[in-house]
């Protein structure tokens, strides 16, 4: 798959992370596992936004971050996905990233209709990464 190979190399200018919560739960080590391997986080939540998560500004949607960023990492329940897709096709993005445990078919064809390919759901960008820098 393209998109994860796309996803774990190196390079991208930001990965963000939606749904990232002040005190960085389960999102907080692959967060700092990305953000190790290069990658600026940029916490999304609407509820931190204008304050910082992992040192970094929250802003409170996709569509408010004024630059353009490769990954959008979700770590939103599934049946928010939808939301966030439309959410995603208003901001500069590249790659859907739904962490491990979360897909919604809704939500990928939102996607697809608004031209987005790279789409990817139910894996953990973590395990991925370290897969295919093993590969190599």
Known sequence: ??????????????AHVVGV???ARAEG????????RGYKIIPVNPKAAGGEILGEKAYASLAEIPFPVDIVNVYRRSEFLPDVARDFLKADARIFWAQLGL?????EEILRAGGCDDIVMNRCIKREHTRLILEQ
């Open 103 to 107: 897909e919604n078919l809704e939500a």
């Open 1 to 14: 798959m393209a998109a994860l190979r796309r996803a774990a190399d190196g390079g991208e200018e930001g």
């Open 29 to 36: 080590p692959v967060a700092l596992h990305r953000e190790a």
């Open 21 to 23: 919560q002040p005190d």
